[in-house]
């Protein structure tokens, strides 16, 4: 089968107990960076044969992988962080096992944007998830999308491209709308900050961040 792991978002005690004796009982574990996932295996003393599977080989290496779970192979899938194919390459290996009939099952674990929802004391009972914004191109266009949506809107951004998206935000949904910025989730530096967008965006511009960033966007009132 085809076992879905999630790993740690930042401190190393958020990983259950299941997930790490996967980790062992697993023949072989597909991952986004192995120069990441060796430190959390060490860590935990696993020693496990690695193989990379991410955006640049996953088209040309899902169909093998699912060929050989077909033959009886046990095959985990990590990301860095968190719970792979939220944001991280996934989706398509577990399409393809799905459609192939092939057995899939997808531990219970770590992911930023629950946290961050939580902590954010805007509405969690019902919210979208956006995931990161387009680099370049697109990038109004989803948020204009987004104009009218009324639930709570969960995206990731890079820090280097916060103050940017928070004044494109401002354009389209008005300074005023409320957000929440969290970084550096479940590490010594963890921040949760609560504002209107014009209040965030000036405050990242005067204090750079660093580290992973959620965003929650109030809906449409």
């Known amino acids: ?10 401190n190393l005690e958020d990983i ?18 192995t120069r990441q996932t060796v430190k959390l295996l060490k860590h935990f003393d696993i020693s496990k044969k690695l193989v990379a599977y991410h955006k640049f080989n996953e088209h040309q290496a899902t169909q093998r ?18 719970t792979p194919s939220i944001s991280d390459p996934g989706f398509l290996l577990v399409r393809h096992c799905v459609k192939e009939g092939v057995e ?52 990731y ?7 940017k998206a928070l004044k494109q935000m401002a354009e389209v949904f008005g300074e005023e709308r409320q957000a929440s910025v969290s970084r550096e989730l479940t590490k010594i530096y963890e921040e949760n900050r609560q504002g ?3 209040e965030l965006a000036t405050h990242y511009e005067a204090h750079p961040p660093k580290g992973e960033i959620v965003i929650i966007l109030a809906g449409k009132a």
């Open 1 to 10: 089968m085809l076992t879905i792991i999630p790993t740690p978002i930042g």
């Open 157 to 163: 951004e890079s820090p280097h491209r916060l103050v």
């Open 65 to 82: 992988f699912v060929d050989e779970i077909k033959s009886g192979v046990h095959i985990g899938l990590v990301s860095d962080a968190g």
């Open 196 to 198: 209107t967008l014009k």
């Open 16 to 33: 259950t107990l299941r997930a790490i004796r996967m980790l062992k009982e697993v023949d072989y574990i597909l991952a986004e960076d």
């Open 104 to 155: 899939v099952q997808c531990l219970p674990g770590a992911t930023a944007f629950v946290p961050a929802l939580v902590n954010s004391g805007l509405p969690s009972d019902r919210f979208v998830f956006e995931g990161f914004l387009p680099q370049k191109k697109g990038r109004q266009k989803r948020l204009l999308a987004l104009e009218n949506e009324i639930r709570s809107v969960v995206f």
